[in-house]
């Protein structure tokens, strides 16, 4: 059975970071790319960043409003993706997901995570 | 950035009616790299169709997907108590990809 299982979140100071991982079972996580998405409270989904396979190089891409405070990656032979997230805003606040996708899918997010919120307030 | 759009923001549909959903893209994209996922609240998006036209593993026949380009359709042919949702739509053919703003299927 597939399994995404995020954790790290919390109630973090603005400035602060925070690293959330997402733990996979089930499948080859070798093989799989990895994505990061967010939701705010009430509201729709955003797009966070991605880490492709060993074979496509690990290459990784960020949301164009996020770039430079965040940053996926990935330990293969722990079977775990990670999210880093650096000088925390209120804005920032909202349950983090990670999903991943392969070929088998046409690359489009077959499982996800159940998420991990993450609250930034002072 | 490609931008999706949906319409309508909400729509209020009974069981058994059908449902149609759009999704608009700034510029186009490429066919197979259009998906639509289903939210119900307090749980993970579900992925419904990928490759614009689909079906996920385990996704009943009552839903469609159809289009290329800069637009693409969801279709509910008949509405099940379960369809309440809000669906996404999202393009994973540019980076950085991006999900539609959502539409919310509400009970009329």
């Known amino acids: 059975e597939v399994q995404l299982v995020e954790s790290g979140g919390g109630l973090v100071q603005p400035g602060g970071s925070l690293k959330l991982s997402c733990a996979a079972s089930?499948?080859?996580?070798?093989?799989?790319?990895m994505h990061w998405v967010r939701q705010a409270p009430g509201k729709g989904l955003e797009w966070v960043g991605r880490i492709k396979s060993k074979s496509d190089d690990y290459a990784t891409a960020y949301a164009a409003s996020l770039k430079g405070r965040f940053s996926v990656s990935r330990d293969d032979s722990k079977n775990t993706a990670y999210l880093q997230i650096n000088s925390l805003n209120t804005d920032d606040t909202g349950v983090y997901y990670c999903a991943r996708s392969t070929v088998t899918r046409g690359w489009a997010y077959d499982f996800w995570g159940q998420g991990t919120l993450v609250t930034v307030s002072s | 950035e490609i931008v999706l759009t949906q319409s309508p923001g909400t729509v209020s549909l009974s069981p058994g009616e059908r449902g149609t959903l759009s999704c608009r893209a700034s510029q186009s994209v490429g066919s197979r790299y259009l998906a639509w996922y289903q939210q119900k609240p307090g749980q993970a998006p579900r992925l419904l169709m990928y490759g614009a036209s689909n079906r996920a593993t385990g996704i009943p026949d009552r839903f469609s997907g159809s289009g290329s380009g800069t637009d693409f359709t969801l279709t509910i042919s008949r509405l099940e108590p379960e369809d309440f949702a809000v669906y996404y739509c999202h393009q994973y053919d540019t980076t950085p990809f991006t999900f539609g703003p959502g539409t919310k299927v509400d009970i009329k």
């Open positions: 089930g499948f080859t996580f070798s093989d799989s790319a």
